[in-house]
């Protein structure tokens, strides 16, 4: 079992920079792919960026260039930098770990999710 606490969400204005941060428990957090998801009102979850154990990381085309995931093994934290936020990027992001099994089987685990409001 992974618990998993995000924080760092607000209220920032176009163009302006927010971090997100996703602390996780409970279990070996260098097995575990960790992943920013975000949700905007009225939409689907969306995958936002990832990480591999080995900092491999993967970006949504509508964030490359402007967001940056990245991880602290020793603190069993993710980071998700975010700049030049536009209107567009407001949702509540999620911070997630993933993990295949040998057998094959995965395990997924979500935190409670952040707001993230991008207005004037």
């Known amino acids: 079992q992974v618990q998993i606490v995000e924080s760092g969400g607000g209220l920032v204005q176009p163009g302006g920079s927010l971090r997100l941060s996703c602390e996780a428990s409970g279990s070996i957090f260098s097995m575990y792919v960790m992943g920013w998801y975000r949700q905007a009102l009225g939409k689907q979850r969306e995958l936002v960026a990832a990480i591999t154990s080995s900092d491999i990381t993967d970006y949504a085309d509508f964030v490359k260039g402007r967001f940056a995931i990245s991880r602290d093994n020793a603190k069993n934290t993710v980071y998700l930098q975010m700049n030049s936020l536009k209107p567009e990027d407001t949702a509540v992001y999620y911070c997630?770990?993933?993990?295949?099994?040998?057998?094959?089987?995965?395990?997924?685990?979500w935190g409670q999710g952040a707001q993230v409001t991008v207005s004037s």
């Open positions: 997630n770990a993933h993990r295949t099994r040998l057998n094959g089987s995965t395990l997924d685990y």
